[in-house]
Each structure stands twice: as C-alpha cells, then as structure tokens.
C-alpha cells in the first residue's frame, strides 16, 4: 500500500489528452512540492516533472503538472505511442522524515 | 555528461551482506545530494535512504532502517549502500540517483539484487 494513492492504469489513443492522479496527504502533498517520473519499458525513471509543474530541459510541453491541497494530477495532451510507459507521482513526507513515491500508473496507448 | 553508474549487485543468501556502489561522473559529486531507491520485480519504486553533500546528514525509509547504511566518499566521487540482515522482500533493482529528493535527476542503470536461499 503506498503512501501516495495513483491509478494502476490509464490509457487513450494517439492525440488525446490524458490525465493521471496523485491523492496525498498534508504530510506530503500538502506540505511539499510534487515530482513526476516517467518509466519506459525496461530502463531507469526519468525526472518528468518537478515543484509540481516545472519540466526539465528536454521534456516536451505536452506534459504538465499541477497540485491543489492535498492531490496532484499529471497531464499530457496530443498523446502519442512513446508515451507508453509507467509513471510516478513523489513527494518527501514530513511525518515519516522520509520520500514516498505513489504505486505507479500504466498507461497504455491504444 | 551526467552519469551514475551502481554496481556489486548479485545473489546473496538471507541473513547476508552486500555493498553496492555508485560512480559518479560528470558533475560536482561533491555539492549534490543523493538517494538510493529500489524496485522490486514487476513492482513500483521504493525509496530507501538520501544523505547530503557532506555526508553528515542521512535519512533511511522506515523498511530498511538499522539494517542498511548509506555513505559516500566525496574523494572518490562514490555513493554506497552498505546492506546487512538481507531479506528475501530485500530482492530488486537498486538505483542511485543525483539531488535532493524533490529532484531525483539523473537515476542509474540500477544494479539488481537477489536475496534467495
């Protein structure tokens, strides 16, 4: 059971905007800032989004970040095929003085 | 170019040791925090344990504290997880990965761990 709460899956087809969620509380998302990583199929994760909306150098704007209270939510627009892959909310959690990651979401690109 | 390479991964018996490392290059090791995290098989990320620049400050996820130990040698430009008592639930691919954890960037290649009788 993980600390922050995503959906297993999530899918849509090439161009559709698609949204992934992140439920906290206000030891971790309330009180910090929220990251997003992107696993592809069999390689390391990579920092997708950080401080809740920021992107990296190199991350497409079809990605974006946001956080209310105690939830965050991934997006990206104009979906495509390379996007297939596993993704990650994370935020430090006060309470437990430690980092909490969320289960993990699948998504499938049909 | 940025790059974290962990090794002394392998099979190990319960009850068992191992020390991974990781290599830095690429950047300055010497100011950036770090943090291990794992993965077990077919499962979601796990974090274990961040330290900072001058290694006099640590943290350690709950499942591994008294058990594992995370130093780094700042000559050496190194991160280790010195990892005691393993378990069987210890199996996975340990990754290193540069900053604080509000920015872990970049991850290692990760080095799997096998703990089995």
Same mark, same amino acid.
């Given at each position: 059971?993980?600390?922050?709460?995503?959906?297993?899956?999530?899918?849509?087809?090439?161009?559709?905007?698609?949204?992934?969620?992140?439920?906290?509380?206000?030891?971790?998302?309330?009180?910090?800032?929220?990251?997003?990583?992107?696993?592809?199929?069999?390689?390391?994760?990579?920092?997708?989004?950080?401080?809740?909306?920021?992107?990296?150098?190199?991350?497409?704007?079809?990605?974006?970040?946001?956080?209310?209270?105690?939830?965050?939510?991934?997006?990206?627009?104009?979906?495509?095929?390379?996007?297939?892959?596993?993704?990650?909310?994370?935020?430090?959690?006060?309470?437990?003085?430690?980092?909490?990651?969320?289960?993990?979401?699948?998504?499938?690109?049909? | 170019?940025?790059?974290?390479?962990?090794?002394? !991964?392998?099979?190990?018996?319960? $009850?068992?040791?191992?020390?991974?490392?990781?290599?830095?290059?690429?950047?300055?090791?010497?100011?950036?925090?770090?943090?291990?995290?794992?993965?077990?098989? !077919?499962?979601?990320?796990?974090?274990?344990?961040?330290?900072?620049?001058?290694?006099?400050?640590?943290?350690?996820?709950?499942?591994?504290? $008294?058990?594992?130990?995370?130093?780094?040698?700042?000559?050496?430009?190194?991160?280790?997880?010195?990892?005691?008592?393993?378990?069987?639930?210890?199996?996975?691919?340990?990754?290193?990965?540069?900053?604080?954890? $509000?920015?872990?960037?970049?991850? !290692?290649? $990760?080095?799997?761990?096998?703990?089995?009788?």
């Amino acid at each position: 059971q993980s600390v922050l709460t995503q959906p297993p899956s999530a899918s849509g087809t090439p161009g559709q905007r698609v949204t992934i969620s992140c439920s906290g509380s206000i030891s971790n998302i309330g009180t910090n800032t929220v990251n997003w990583y992107q696993q592809l199929p069999g390689t390391a994760p990579k920092l997708l989004i950080y401080s809740n909306y920021k992107r990296p150098s190199g991350v497409p704007d079809r990605f974006s970040g946001s956080k209310s209270g105690t939830s965050a939510s991934l997006a990206i627009r104009g979906l495509q095929s390379e996007d297939e892959a596993d993704y990650y909310c994370a935020a430090w959690d006060d309470s437990l003085n430690g980092g909490v990651f969320g289960g993990g979401t699948k998504l499938t690109v049909l | 170019e940025v790059q974290l390479l962990e090794s002394g !991964g392998g099979l190990v018996r319960p $009850g068992g040791s191992l020390r991974l490392s990781c290599a830095a290059s690429g950047f300055d090791f010497t100011n950036n925090a770090m943090n291990w995290v794992r993965q077990a098989p !077919g499962k979601g990320l796990e974090w274990l344990s961040y330290i900072n620049s001058a290694g006099d400050t640590t943290y350690y996820a709950d499942s591994v504290k $008294g058990r594992f130990v995370i130093s780094r040698d700042n000559s050496k430009n190194t991160l280790y997880l010195q990892m005691n008592s393993l378990r069987v639930d210890d199996t996975a691919v340990y990754y290193c990965a540069k900053g604080g954890f $509000g920015l872990l960037d970049p991850w !290692g290649q $990760g080095t799997l761990v096998t703990v089995s009788s």
